[in-house]
């Protein structure tokens, strides 16, 4: 076989071989390496060498022209005489590549966090919002990535940054939803992976001891609150003024159905898969209630109170929904006092809010005042019917109303008055 050192130029001026013929040049840079061209002008790299399990040597294809370089084509070559010399087919091994190649796309991060969602979180009363931060926070930093590859060492930094940045309660959630997704991922054995980042890392020692929240808005904040509702508009505003009137969880109030609703007899159950306590919940619904559930649009294409949807799914997106709400309240605040400040708060303090307001009214009961909000003791809603404390719970939430109609001025969007 006669021999020249390819090169690009030499590549270029290959003419098609004649009709059902082919033609072969070969390397004197790379061993056995050479290039067939074909009657179409087609330039197939190729090598011939003696493959493992053959006595002949025998023609191999490594690529096309074009869509391998040159050097490629010699790299390529060199590292297949190498598996040759060491008794390995290259064949097998690129087949073993792809294969590892496989399974590394199907271990990602992505893949397993996503497996991980369907698998446990889909069917969980705050699955949908634990799903929502594994793909905000998670995936943008290690989705592409094995998951078998992620250290300890960049779980800990990512949950420091949010430390470092004054979201500890976010902190410990986020540290929480990753020590789940991995042990949930080892206990499937089908990952590859037998330990997690998570083990050792302790959340007191990386965020801190975790502090119950005792923030509550005064009767300034909860004013400019439900005055910024107004100014909010649909679906937030009145989302916002219903957990004010009714002391209910977010996710209660914002993933609500109107089939959970009697405006007539002002009552409303939230089902037991609602429920934090696994047990329906009734909450009977004060006069101002009734009149923001009323004054909601209603969809053909699903019964979702709120929605952006037209229905079909539940409200989200409340972290710009509360940026807008801050920056309503203190525009409202400044009204008076052109220095007013903030001080910074979470959608559940309006919760601790109601429940500390209604401590703040006479002659109602603790046990009514905790049954109001949901709190229940262990097998009271279960041994009684959803009904029990009806009246209490009723007569509690409209003293609430009462007082929140004191609380907001007459004269700067007042809440309805009953007769």
């Known amino acids: 076989m006669a021999r020249k050192a390819l090169s690009d130029r030499t590549l270029k001026s290959l003419k098609a071989a004649a009709e059902n013929k082919h033609y072969d040049r070969w390397d004197s840079i790379v061993p056995s390496l050479g290039v067939r061209v074909s009657d179409t002008g087609r330039k197939t790299f190729v090598l011939v060498a003696r493959y493992p399990g053959s006595k002949n040597p025998t023609r191999r294809a490594l690529g096309v022209y074009g869509a391998i370089t040159l050097e490629g084509a010699r790299k390529k070559a060199r590292d297949w005489l190498e598996l040759i010399r060491r008794g390995v087919d290259p064949a097998i091994e690129q087949e073993r590549q792809r294969a590892a190649e496989l399974r590394k796309q199907e271990n990602t991060f992505a893949a397993v966090a996503e497996d991980f969602i369907k698998a446990k979180l889909a069917s969980e009363r705050k699955g949908e919002e634990v799903a929502r931060d594994i793909r905000r926070v998670f995936l ?39 020590r789940r997704l991995w042990n949930w991922a ?13 083990d050792r890392l302790k959340p007191k020692d990386i965020i801190g001891e975790k502090q119950q929240r005792t923030r509550i808005l005064s009767d300034v904040e909860l004013r400019a609150t439900w005055r910024a509702g107004e100014g909010l508009g649909y679906p937030y505003g009145p989302l916002f003024r219903l957990l004010i009137l009714t002391g209910q969880r977010k996710s209660e109030v914002a993933e609500a159905r109107w089939s959970e609703f009697d405006l007539e007899k002002k009552l409303w159950v939230i089902p037991a898969e609602r429920m934090k306590a696994d047990a329906a919940h009734v909450v009977p619904l004060s006069d101002d209630a009734v009149a923001i559930l009323k004054s909601l649009p209603t969809f053909n294409s699903g019964d979702h109170l709120f929605s952006t949807t037209f229905g079909k799914s539940p409200v989200n997106g409340f972290s ?62 279960k041994v009684y019917d959803q009904h029990a404390y009806i009246d209490e719970k009723r007569e509690a939430l409209e003293l609430w109303a009462a007082r929140l109609r004191g609380v907001v001025n007459s004269n700067v969007s007042p809440l309805r008055r009953t007769a």
């Open 320 to 381: 710009k929904g509360k940026i807008r709400l801050d920056e309503k309240m203190l525009e409202i605040l400044r009204e008076d006092d052109r220095k007013a400040k903030l001080p910074d708060f979470v959608i559940h303090d309006l919760r601790r809010t109601v429940r500390t307001g209604l401590s703040a009214i006479p002659n109602i009961s603790d046990l009514v005042r905790e049954l109001v909000i949901g709190h229940t003791k262990p097998g009271l809603h």
């Open 186 to 198: 080892i206990g499937q054995h089908a990952y590859g992976i037998e330990t997690s980042p998570c």
């Open 140 to 178: 943008p930093a290690w989705g592409k990535r094995p998951i078998t590859d992620i250290t300890p060492l960049e779980v800990r930094n990512l949950i420091k940054g949010f430390v470092d940045a004054g979201k500890l309660y976010q902190a410990h959630n986020l540290l929480g939803y990753a």
